[in-house]
Nanobody
């Protein structure tokens, strides 16, 4: 069984911070690229940040300088540190992992709600 357990969402005021966690089981974690997506109900799911097995990262422009994606391989866990949160960051955040060489090996987490009040 493959499982992605997400946590860390919640309600914060604008300017506040949250750290999301995604813990994987049932996969060789070090061989997977980790992605964080977010989705507002009724709208498309958008990529927020990516971290590859080698540690390189990519961010969508709207979160650059505010969000940091990281991974702690020994714990099979990835994180999304979100600072200076804005109301437009409000969404359900999903962890998505994909094998670096076999694209058909991919898995989604259940999502965690992030709400930022103004």
């Amino acid at each position: 069984q493959v499982q992605l357990a997400e946590s860390g969402g919640g309600l914060v005021q604008a300017g506040g911070s949250l750290r999301l966690s995604c813990t994987a089981s049932g996969i060789p974690f070090t061989l997977y690229t980790i992605n964080w997506y977010r989705q507002v109900p009724g709208k498309q799911r958008d990529l927020v940040a990516t971290i590859k097995p080698g540690g390189s990262t990519v961010y969508v422009d709207s979160v650059k300088g505010r969000f940091t994606i990281s991974r702690e391989n020994v714990k099979n866990t990835a994180y999304l540190q979100m600072n200076n949160l804005k109301p437009e960051d409000t969404a359900i955040y999903y962890c998505y992992v994909k094998h670096l060489a076999i694209s058909s090996l991919d898995y989604w987490g259940q999502g965690t709600q992030v709400t930022v009040s103004s």
